[in-house]
């Protein structure tokens, strides 16, 4: 198994500019975690789906910010306009079963906005 | 509202000691918990996971206890190495939805 693939693994961009990071979750895996991982606040919840659809996107940290997931094996997270304090690592990750299950994580997308 | 707290925040030792690692959480009505290894620069590795109906899970020279009436989990390393040194991250169910919490990690370092 290749496990959690997240592209692309760096990012940088100029302030304004629409990033876009992607992620394909191990295959049968039907929960999908989208976390930001940063020195101040370390790891946080962005969003998460089940079965392909948005349960909770409270995380989510303002309009800017967008996720799809338009099949099993495919996510998306959008930031448009990027800003300097979106800088971060991100990170996808997945699991069998939403509420008992491990969740594994994929390598990160590390974005810089300058 | 679930919070964990991991202390210390960095611990170092010389190769072959044993160590443990204390994580702590606010809601003890959880039905996991799961630690992490991060190595800088890299994603998470899953170490492993005790579901509430655990007290302890072993993985090689890793030991995970969860005690929930106290709302702490310890990770007990066994003659550390180097190899070991990087963050560990404690995680837990900030409610029903799957999501996770984190700690804020113990950075281990190992000493040849």
């Known amino acids: 198994d290749a496990g959690v693939i997240q592209s692309p693994r760096h990012e940088v961009t100029e302030m304004g500019q629409e990033v876009t990071l992607r992620c394909k979750p191990i295959s049968g895996h039907n929960s999908l975690f989208w976390y930001r991982q940063t020195m101040m606040r370390g790891l946080e919840l962005l969003i998460y789906?089940?079965?392909?659809?948005?349960?909770?996107d409270s995380g989510m940290p303002e309009d800017r910010f967008s996720a799809k997931m338009p099949n099993a094996s495919f996510s998306t997270l959008k930031i448009q306009p990027s800003e300097p304090r979106d800088s971060a690592v991100y990170f996808c990750a997945s699991s069998l079963r939403e509420l008992n299950n491990e969740q594994f994580f994929g390598p990160g997308t590390r974005l810089t906005v300058l | 509202k679930q919070e964990v707290t991991q202390i210390p925040a960095a611990l170092s030792v010389p190769e072959g000691e044993n160590l443990v690692l204390n994580c702590s959480f606010t809601d003890s009505a959880i039905y996991n918990l799961q630690w992490f290894r991060q190595d800088p620069g890299k994603g998470l590795t899953s170490l492993l996971l005790i579901q509430s109906s655990q007290r302890e899970q072993t993985s090689g020279r890793l030991n995970a206890s969860l005690d929930k009436s106290s709302g702490r989990s310890t990770l007990y390393i066994a003659a550390s190495q180097p190899g070991d040194s990087a963050t560990y991250l404690c995680?837990?169910?900030?409610?029903?939805?799957?999501?996770?919490?984190f700690g804020k990690g113990t950075k281990l370092s190992v000493k040849p």
């Open positions: 789906f089940n079965n392909n659809v948005p349960i909770d």
């Open positions: 995680a837990a169910p900030g409610g029903s939805q799957g999501n996770l919490i």
